[in-house]
């Protein structure tokens, strides 16, 4: 990890990519959320078209040991510490995104300040993890 990353992350209000997985851990968590969302998810025929809703999809890390385990990984950890610049890090939730691709539906664009008051704003952060592709074809995650 560069030891530059909180300077970073100060200057700009974000910071990526934080690579934090490991080719098999990747492979491993991508495979649990799978087995999530095709156990939980709703709509879609063809595989990986399903989607998630309701209470399904909040606080994830408590109801799912994959998920818990993927939070709570100690290189995302230290990241975190090390752009809040502290040794305490509690999780506040784990939410679950699942929009297919080439999917109709959309994600509107939203501020998560907006509902949730989240402050200070330079103690507190967002670690959005991508466990499949995110990219421009696909509809990856934008932001102002």
Not at 119 to 128: E, Q, S
């Amino acid at each position: 990890m560069h030891d530059d990353i909180r300077e970073k992350f100060l200057r700009d209000g974000f910071l990526f990519p934080v690579k934090f997985l490991t080719t098999e851990e990747s492979r491993f968590f991508t495979a649990k959320y799978k087995e999530y969302v095709d156990l939980y998810g709703s709509g879609g025929t063809k595989k990986g078209s399903r989607r998630i809703r309701g209470n399904k999809i909040f606080r994830l890390h408590l109801v799912a040991r994959w998920a818990a385990q993927l939070v709570r990984h100690p290189l995302l950890i230290a990241a975190v510490k090390k752009m809040l610049d502290t040794e305490n890090v509690l999780i506040w939730s784990s939410d679950i995104t699942c929009k297919p691709s080439s999917s109709t539906e959309c994600f509107g664009w939203h501020q998560d300040e907006a509902y949730a008051w989240l402050g200070p704003h330079n103690k507190l952060l967002t670690a959005w993890i991508a466990l499949t592709d995110s990219n421009s074809t696909n509809g990856c995650v934008r932001f102002i």
